[in-house]
């Protein structure tokens, strides 16, 4: 049998993959919205998106246009989350508007 390392919360680890889950659920929801939505509207059109951070119960939306969208999610590593978010979120941050902030993964120091 193999010893778990010392320090290892298997409880932390759970709450860190629920939070993972909830915000690539959220970044999936957004996407499909998005993808409706350049059907029907032009690249400058404002949408109402649901906040991509690690919250698990968040339920905080930006407004972006669908041209930011774009330019954010092109990069898989990137998230938008609501600029309140955007320090509490285990991710670094990339960018801050005044609406909306981009986090990406593996920018924070020691992650």
């Not at 680890?13 to 929801?29: C, M």
Request: aromatic letters at 4%; proline letters at 3%.
């Amino acid at each position: 049998m193999t010893a778990r390392p010392a320090g290892r919360d298997e409880s932390m680890v759970d709450a860190a993959y629920a939070r993972l889950g909830a915000a690539i659920a959220r970044a999936d929801e957004n996407r499909a919205l998005v993808t409706e939505a350049f059907k029907i509207t032009s690249p400058q059109t404002a949408l109402t998106l649901r906040c991509e951070c690690m919250h698990r119960l968040c339920t905080e939306v930006v407004v972006l246009t669908l041209e930011e969208y774009e330019d954010i999610t092109a990069d898989p590593a990137q998230a938008v989350v609501a600029r309140s978010h955007a320090d509490v979120d285990d991710r670094g941050v990339v960018k801050r508007t005044s609406r909306f902030s981009v986090v990406e993964e593996g920018l924070r120091e020691g992650g």
